[in-house]
Each structure stands twice: as C-alpha cells, then as structure tokens.
C-alpha cells in the first residue's frame, strides 16, 4: 500500500498543487503606493495611445 506522502503527491487540490509565496520584494512592489500610481498611469497612458491610433 502507498503510503501518504506518495498519495498527496497524486491529488488535484492537495497543497503540493497551489502556488508558491510571492518574495518579500515582490510583496514590496505590490504594497509600494508610488509604484502603483507609477504603473496605474503607465498603463493609462499606453491605453491611450492605442485608442489614439485607432481613431486615425
């Protein structure tokens, strides 16, 4: 008989299956309020530009 940990290894949800943690530099990034309006205005911007082209 298989024991546990061979079983787990074969299961869909078990928790072998989920992601891994994000680093703590990674969760820095995501928290970092000036990075965030940094990139929410990159995007904006990029958007924009797409749009712009379209309408020509």
């Avoid at 990159?42 to 749009?51: A, G, Q, R």
């Amino acid at each position: 008989m298989a024991n546990i940990h061979e079983r787990l290894q074969n299961l869909p949800y078990s928790n072998q299956s989920y992601a891994t943690r994000p680093s703590k530099m990674t969760m820095f990034w995501r928290r970092c309020f000036i990075y965030q309006i940094f990139k929410f205005w990159e995007l904006n911007i990029k958007i924009m530009i797409l749009v712009a082209s379209g309408h020509s």
